[in-house]
């Protein structure tokens, strides 16, 4: 059957019949951090026209639907568009971290790509820290932001930048909690041993309350620490036109508009790793026959089938919710969502030393 | 108590925000609940709301009749003096002098569409009409005359 796997190994082979094998290893390095900058390409197009749809069918609209068959290619002009546009950088601005910004922005992106398994056996690295490596990475995030906010000289762009930083340090807290609960039940912090520990069963269905606590927790905190509505206090575009990219142009702009729905594929591909078992097949106990068949759905159509679905869902979040203040923003997470996911850490703690997990 | 209204409100949230998201839901799935009209597209199937205010007309019948008694309830109702109402005296044949309109005029180009005048009017002589193509070259072409040459009043409207 067809599969990522194969087409990697069948690269590996073609590879190591011409070259040496240090040459392969550069090449491969090569090819792989092509296939990361188009999948990156590819996500922002597709998160794009997904995101205008989505929104547009749910405050009853149509959405773009003049470019192409049903308005599919819109993204496509729009990315075009910007193309051709001028990066303009202010005069007033501090010139180097003005222009380095938005390259941060995307290199977080890059680095957070690297240990996510998008299939079974496709991996571009698979480290024993794993998810450790993706908490300490993600924060990262935030300097770009407050640089971004610093070097633009705009009143409008710091306060951005500075609610900016303050939404990403105390939601990292929850959402750190609630990665946490997941690692207590696998006792590894390794991506594909947290993904091979769910073989009988996802973690959210194994893991009793704790782990849909721990679910519904993170799904709100990554909504805050990617910036998007309703915790888009970042941005705010009635309060602070743009926030923090308000001086951005161009392609500029273009790239941290692509490094946020980047962030969101990854926190959501974070997501359905953690708790929805990653490109493992629905599996129940030991019920081998629909085992067996859940098997023949490829194992990256169930990686991107769940990650598109929380996707899905933090779309729905935004166009739903009305956006908070930002006293309401700290409100939550210092007195709801930390406390909460303390207990909850608890009752996780509680239950697998009880074993009462499957 | 304290402990009891923290946990009312993390329950009540998460269903007032449940409650939000399945209206949300609702509308993302029933398609036939779009409201958007391709305008230039479906001009001539393009349904508008049923209180939709594009300008003022004088409805008149077949015996090119409007229901207008000249009182200038609208005139005196309108803020932004959009209505003139210019009055004459027709003698009726019973010999009587009798108030009439000569001629209500409209500017279009001064009016809000706040449909003030329509909720003064006695005797329902004017209505919103819902025409919104107004663009001219003139400016004068958007000071209309509302009651058709040589009309008269209805029987019967006082």
């Not at chain 1, 997941?182 to 769910?198: A, H, P, R």
């Not at chain 2, 779009?34 to 205010?53: A, G, S, V, W």
Request: aromatic share 12%; charged share 15%; with cysteine.
């Amino acid at each position: 059957m067809w599969s990522f796997s194969k087409i990697a190994d069948f690269i590996h082979e073609f590879l190591g019949s011409y070259l040496n094998s240090t040459w392969t290893m550069i090449a491969e390095m090569v090819i792989a951090g092509v296939a990361v900058i188009g999948l990156f390409a590819l996500l922002g197009l597709v998160l794009v026209i997904m995101e205008r749809k989505v929104s547009a069918w749910i405050q009853i609209r149509l959405g773009p639907n003049r470019v192409g068959p049903k308005g599919m290619l819109q993204s496509l002009a729009d990315t075009l568009k910007l193309l051709v546009k001028e990066a303009m950088t202010p005069g007033g601005a501090d010139k180097f971290l003005f222009n380095l910004a938005p390259y941060i922005a995307m290199i977080v992106a890059m680095l957070l790509m690297a240990p996510i398994a998008f299939a079974k056996d496709f991996q571009l690295w698979d480290l024993n820290i794993g998810v450790l490596y993706i908490t300490a990475v993600s924060s990262i995030s935030v300097i770009s932001i407050l640089m971004a906010g610093w070097a633009s000289n705009n009143k409008y762009s710091l306060l951005g930048a500075m609610r900016s930083g303050a939404q990403i340090v105390s939601y990292e807290l929850s959402a750190g909690l609630a990665i946490l609960t997941i690692i207590i039940f696998t006792g590894d912090l390794q991506v594909s041993e947290i993904i091979k520990s769910q073989a009988d069963g996802w973690w959210i269905f194994k893991g009793h309350v704790p782990a849909i606590v721990a679910f519904i927790i993170f799904i709100i905190a990554v909504t805050a620490e990617t910036n998007r509505a309703p915790f888009d206090l970042a941005e705010a575009e009635s309060e602070l036109t743009a926030g923090f990219h308000t001086e951005y142009s161009g392609m500029k702009f273009a790239l941290f508009f692509l490094a946020e729905y980047v962030n969101v594929f990854i926190v959501c591909a974070i997501g359905a790793t953690l708790f929805l078992g990653g490109w493992m097949p629905l599996h129940i106990g030991h019920w081998t026959g629909f085992n067996h068949v859940m098997d023949y759905i490829p194992s990256s159509m169930w990686f991107f089938g769940k990650t598109f679905f929380l996707i899905f869902v933090i779309m729905w979040f935004r166009w739903t919710f009305p956006r908070l203040r930002i006293d309401q923003l700290l409100n939550l997470e210092w007195k709801y969502l930390l406390p909460l996911s303390m207990l909850n850490i608890l009752l996780a703690t509680a239950i697998a030393i009880l074993g009462w997990h499957f | 108590m304290f402990i009891t209204k923290y946990i009312k409100d993390v329950f009540g949230a998460l269903k007032s925000l449940g409650v939000g998201m399945k209206r949300t839901l609702y509308y993302f799935t029933h398609h036939k609940e779009i409201i958007t009209e391709q305008y230039p597209d479906n001009r001539e199937t393009m349904h508008l709301p049923e209180r939709f205010k594009g300008e003022v007309v004088m409805p008149h019948d077949e015996k090119n009749e409007h229901r207008c008694t000249g009182c200038t309830a609208c005139e005196l109702a309108c803020p932004n003096g959009t209505i003139k109402v210019v009055t004459k005296f027709e003698i009726t044949p019973e010999g009587k002098k009798k108030k009439a309109i000569d001629k209500l005029v409209y500017h279009l180009e001064l009016c809000t569409m706040c449909n003030l005048c329509i909720v003064a009017c006695p005797s329902d002589a004017i209505k919103m009409a819902q025409t919104f193509e107004h663009s001219v070259y003139d400016r004068n072409e958007l000071t209309k005359i509302l009651n058709n040459p040589g009309s008269k009043i209805m029987d019967g409207v006082e």
